[in-house]
């Protein structure tokens, strides 16, 4: 669907591009990964995420079952002091056996330190950095990453910069069924993705359902299993996290969202925890953005917008990071389709680099919402500097990476006197 609307956008914005000063790339072809054989029981596709306060999840894949489950870590290179026992799971897709996915957590950790570790009791050493412990602290974002030469292009650009953790908004591999995609995407990310928390959310290249024999997101739930028990949530496809000083939701757009699910009764709890003492930021992602002028996707965020829009306005969330769209947007900030200066601020990300390549047939007149758009692949950096001031950034990718294609200071809606404004709607929607 997606690709067909691409196809007829490019003939259409071929013409539209000569006469602009910027001219737009092309989609760059699917990678292509050269069978490398290692021993069985060596550890692949290495990835780590946040997992509760000072504890992190390792993930790695092995073919061999019978390798342990275990992380030795340490502070210096080749000492281990610690050790950690987990689990591990692995999934069948039709004629797919999955390798044995371990997922390890190891901590206490100490914030801000550089950590030596090894999974399975053997392989490569790799190391990590856990975030501060307060601000400020630095996310790198992008969306719809998928496998080809722009994904490795966004990847390069994001391993120059320097950040404490990756928030991803949905569509990771784009292995679309084909499940050996999901293992060439894990060693594709593994050296950024090992060495800073991966914080995602699922997206619909993700579900890979079939009637009558898969439910949908089986290999995502297998092998990117985030933090959802640590925080109260019943599924992988929604749960949050506390991190330096921001309090991060992540929502699951292909979950349900009405009043009466557990999503949503789910999502009002996180909320009433937030404490903006300990946390005066709150950011929140989901896949399909609620603000969106490009003509791709248009309207499919509709119903969840209505749905919830209300609850994260009464909270005061700052800042809505989206994907789905394969172009970059940027709100004033809004709320229910109006500029609101205690709205939140909603940024489209969905230009990580998959072969689908851009979206680029925008909406006129442009929405009054609406600051910044323009279909190129790229990714954002988002600063929290502190308690009242985040500094968010776009880098194309196609500019050096300390060049910034669009850029804004954000000040929370915390500091801008919004919850003594409107305390009635707050205790409204937010009681339990
Ligand atoms: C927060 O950072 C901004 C931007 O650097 C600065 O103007 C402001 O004074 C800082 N506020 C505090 C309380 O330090």
């Known amino acids: 669907m997606e690709t067909k609307l691409t196809a007829l956008t490019v003939v259409l914005v071929i013409t539209a591009t000569v006469t602009a000063d910027y001219v737009r790339p092309q989609p760059r072809k699917t990678l292509h990964f050269p069978w490398n054989p290692k021993s069985s029981s060596h550890p692949q596709q290495v990835h780590i995420s946040l997992a509760g306060d000072k504890h992190m999840r390792v993930t790695w894949v092995t073919r061999d079952g019978s390798s342990p489950s275990i992380v030795e870590y340490g502070i210096s290179p080749g000492k281990y002091s610690s050790i950690a026992q987990g689990e591990s799971t692995s999934y069948q897709y039709l004629f797919y056996s999955s390798g044995k996915i371990h997922h390890t957590v190891i901590g206490p950790l100490e914030h801000g330190t550089v950590y030596f570790y090894r999974c399975g009791g053997q392989g490569p050493e790799f190391q990590l950095k856990t975030p501060p412990s307060q601000l400020p602290i630095t996310f790198a974002v992008a969306g719809d990453l998928g496998q080809t030469g722009w994904t490795k292009s966004t990847l390069d650009h994001i391993d120059q910069c320097k950040y404490d ?11 679309d069924y084909m499940q050996h995609r999901w293992d060439t995407f894990g060693e594709l990310v593994q050296p950024l993705a090992s060495a800073r928390p991966w914080m995602v959310t699922e997206g619909n290249h993700e579900e890979e359902s079939i ?7 089986e290999s995502y739930n297998a092998r990117w299993k985030m933090p959802f028990e640590e925080s109260g949530s019943s599924s992988n496809l929604y749960y949050s996290f506390e991190v330096a ?16 699910s557990n999503q949503y009764s789910w999502l009002k709890a996180d909320l009433l925890k937030v404490d903006r003492r300990r946390t005066p930021w709150l950011v929140v992602l989901f896949h399909v953005p609620w603000y969106n002028s490009n003509w791709a996707h248009q309207g499919e965020g509709d119903e969840m917008m209505a749905a919830m829009e209300p609850l994260l306005y009464a909270a005061g969330v700052d800042i809505v990071l989206a994907g789905h769209v394969h172009a970059y947007e940027r709100s004033e900030r809004v709320y229910n389709g109006m500029p609101d200066p205690c709205g939140a601020v909603h940024i489209t990300i969905g230009d990580g680099g998959n072969r689908e390549g851009l979206a680029h047939w925008y909406k006129d007149p442009r929405p009054k919402w609406s600051v910044f758009r323009e279909a190129s692949f790229g990714h954002g950096e988002l600063r929290m500097v502190n308690s009242t ?3 968010w950034s776009w880098h194309r990718n196609d500019d050096d990476e300390p060049v910034r294609s669009d850029q804004v200071w954000i ?5 801008a006197g919004c919850f003594t404004k409107n305390p009635e709607l707050r ?3 937010l009681a339990p």
């Open 165 to 175: 953790v990756h928030l991803l908004p949905g569509d990771l591999s784009y292995a």
């Open 211 to 217: 009637p009558l024999l898969m439910d949908g997101f």
């Open 245 to 260: 000083g921001v309090h991060v939701i992540m929502l699951g757009s292909y979950a349900d969202f009405d009043e009466y």
């Open 389 to 391: 001031h985040a500094f």
């Open 411 to 415: 000040t929370s809606v915390a500091s």
């Open 427 to 429: 205790k409204m929607l």
